[in-house]
């Protein structure tokens, strides 16, 4: 958890970011966040009308793919569309005229969660499909008794640029606010009536949010 402690030690050492307004869709400014192909990531790639290049590939750990007459690609970190726009190009330049390629992620065994603070099982947990915030806290084993469900936050990286955002968990479960989707490698911290001075410094600061600007 040590990580987890200077993570938290550098957020509360700085101003907190601006953000969104609460009126802003959660959906909408998540969803303009695609997903980024990471390592042990299964592939399916698909070439339109040529079968005999279609594959199922997983992402090696230096992050690269092999296909049939191009060789090696780059993938982690990229996109899908990004993904199948450079597949495309090498494809177009020796092989084919106006190739359409398809990518679909079968496995996401690259993602994983942090859940910690006032949570029966605090841990890193992998996952392969979406995750809200309220099913990540569940597989930390829900809250402990000692839990502050309106001030459960988020730390995530965007660009090199770490941010967060503050939930009230309760509001969620009531259906009055969206249950937000998790990325792999957020934090999640669960603050308590004991917590930590940093987290209780995060919640003087930080107004009741749903959502944040990400910043380019």
């Not at 969104?20 to 998540?30: H, K």
């Not at 090498?90 to 092989?95: D, K, N, S």
């Amino acid at each position: 958890m040590c990580a987890l402690s200077l993570l938290l030690s550098a957020c509360a050492s700085q101003p907190p970011q601006p953000v969104l307004p609460a009126s802003d869709s959660v959906a909408s400014l998540l969803g303009r966040a695609e997903y980024r192909v990471g390592p042990s990531d299964l592939l399916a790639v698909s070439v339109f009308q040529v079968k005999d290049l279609d594959r199922e590939v997983r992402v090696n750990n230096a992050g690269q793919i092999s296909l049939p007459l191009i060789g090696t690609v780059d993938a982690a970190g990229r996109t899908i569309g990004e993904l199948e726009g450079e597949i495309a190009s090498r494809y177009g330049a020796r092989y084919l005229q106006n190739p359409q390629i398809s990518v679909f992620v079968k496995e996401l065994v690259s993602q994983r969660i942090t859940v910690g603070g006032a949570v029966g099982k605090p841990g890193i947990f992998p996952v392969n499909s979406r995750v809200t915030l309220v099913q990540a806290i569940a597989l930390a084993q829900g809250f402990t008794d000692v839990a502050s469900h309106r001030n459960v936050f988020v730390f995530r990286t965007v660009d090199g640029q770490r941010q967060f955002a503050r939930f009230d968990v309760a509001a969620i479960e009531a259906g009055e606010q969206t249950d937000p989707e998790l990325q792999g490698e957020d934090v999640v911290m669960v603050d308590s009536s004991a917590g930590k001075q940093s987290l209780k410094t995060l919640v003087q600061l930080t107004p009741f949010l749903t959502v944040w600007r990400v910043y380019q």
